[in-house]
């Protein structure tokens, strides 16, 4: 799938089909957002489902006690929206714009008459959320079975880019996420994980060049895992 995964790193290409992806295309409206900006928040009726055509987003759940919980980072060929297809469409969490984006959005009725003009749209759909379910399953099983030193190694490897290694000619796996938007992913606090990521260094796991950190022992973080 085209987003970035935690329990299991995927192969990065998009769920759609190119001909999938240009039915959608051909069908929505779309739209740009800056940096930051809320393409749909949680609790709203969800009405459009979203196919990311440049840029990058991410999914975030706020939950009772306010504390934030980051689902998914999407790449470009990502879904986003897919709630709008439930029986109660209501969005179960908030996406926004990590990076200049811009969207194609189709309402959930017009969705719903190209699956039915074409079968394997509603597969490659279906496949995409089992995926992501069972990246949340592994994440909760992690959440029960490892430490946060354990699930951090784990994020380290599932979001380090691969395939920016053949842009830049660095072979080291690269991160650029923040220590909060770690902490979001592995269910912990900042300030715990920037103490972990200092004893990473010191171990030689990684290394860090301005604000981006980079894997120097694939190996070695693996063996940290169970």
Do not use: C
Request: hydrophobic share 40%; glycine share 10%.
């Amino acid at each position: 799938m085209r987003e970035l995964s935690i329990g299991i790193i995927e192969d990065l290409t998009p769920s759609l089909a190119p001909a999938q992806a240009d039915l959608l295309s051909r069908v929505a409206t779309r739209i740009a957002y800056g940096r930051g900006e809320v393409i749909y928040r949680q609790g709203e009726p969800a009405r459009h489902i979203y196919l990311l055509l440049e840029g990058e987003a991410q999914s975030a759940l706020l939950n009772f006690a306010g504390n934030e919980t980051l689902l998914r980072i999407h790449l470009p060929g990502s879904i986003l929206g897919l709630t709008a297809l439930a029986s109660v469409p209501w969005r179960d969490a908030t996406a926004k714009a990590i990076q200049p984006t811009l969207l194609a959005k189709v309402s959930s009725d017009r969705v719903r008459e190209l699956i039915l003009s074409d079968p394997g749209l509603g597969l490659s759909l279906i496949q995409l959320l089992v995926d992501r379910m069972r990246d949340f399953h592994f994440r909760v099983g992690d959440l029960q079975a490892l430490s946060v030193e354990q699930r951090l190694a784990r994020v380290l490897l599932a979001v380090s880019r691969r395939e920016r290694e053949i842009e830049t000619g660095d072979q080291r796996p690269e991160i650029h996420l923040t220590h909060e938007e770690l902490a979001q992913l592995v269910g912990s606090r900042r300030q715990t994980i920037t103490g972990i990521l200092g004893r990473f260094m010191q171990g030689g796991y990684i290394s860090k060049a301005g604000r981006r950190l980079y894997i120097e022992d694939v190996g070695g973080l693996m063996g940290l895992m169970p």
